[in-house]
């Protein structure tokens, strides 16, 4: 886009107008003659219409060429670059997954693992100024994905998540731990732990509350989600003949401990007790967790007077030769 930063200097064009309309009464009031005692007619005719015939205007356009670009230059023509640059500083988040055997209950449809990571996904598809990393945890805890923003692959690792592969207890405390490792180098604005549970801590070498403190030196925000209806839930168990039975089994959920990892780290503890519960849950994460997004509107100019001042030097050289050197008149 071009713009000029002395507009007005336009105004020098109309000067223009004066000699344009001296040179055509110039031209027809007729310039310096000369009488000859004789000559062919014909002859007469076809040298009127020689190259030099037609270029007799030429120094009067040049001039008139020059002058306009001149003006131009004058106008300061610049070549404007609107835009803007947009810096991201973004949330780094853990997500701690319990997957010990009990989050096979069906009090969530299908049950409440499968539940639970598909709501995650969810969640990880609407951060995506975000760097992202998993945890899952049951008796011990393992980093499932480190910290990252290649979505599909952090997607594929989620998917893979399921019980049974380590020891079928409850470390929640090992859990958070894991997870504050994770961020504890982070350099992000906002470090957080979204930590899901549905049972009670009865394993692992930390305490819940040490690593709630641990995560607090750091600067570290932790929500705990408790996963569970109220009461009993059906849960699939084996009888005597191996066929897979719905049995009722009780919902123990430690709010007290999950309320006190949250308060000391200054996050907040939430109660899903079916689907629709635990995705509102994540939505209200979401919003309390926002990325900031920096924005800065820059406009670039670049002087463009040069060239055209060029070129009306250019045509005035030219002028100076053809009126000189080709049309070259009598004194």
Known sequence: MITFANPNMFWLLALLLPMVAWHVWRVRKGGPSMRMSTIDT??????????????????????????????????????????????TRGVDIVLALDISSSMLAQDFAPDRIAAAKEVAAGFINDRPNDRIGLVVFAGESFTQSPLTTDRATLLNLLAQVRTGIIEDLTAIGNGLATSVNRLRESDAVSK??????????????????TAAQIAAS?????????VGTQGEAPYPARDAWGNTVMVNVPVEIDEAILGEIASATGGQYFRATDRR????????????ETSRIETNEFTRHTELYGRFALWALILMVMQFLVSVLYLRQLP
């Open 42 to 87: 014909f002859i007469a005719a076809r040298r009127r219409r020689t190259l030099r015939h037609y270029l007799r205007h030429a120094p009067a356009v040049l001039t008139w060429a020059a002058a306009a670009l001149g003006v131009v230059a004058l106008a300061r023509p610049q070549s404007s670059e609107s835009g803007s640059s947009s810096t």
């Open 192 to 209: 957080v732990v979204i930590l899901l549970t549905d049972g009670v801590n009865n394993a692992g070498q930390i305490a819940p509350v």
């Open 277 to 288: 519960s635990l995705q509102a849950i994540y939505e209200e994460i979401n919003k309390l």
């Open 218 to 226: 750091f600067g570290i925000r932790v929500y705990t989600i408790g």
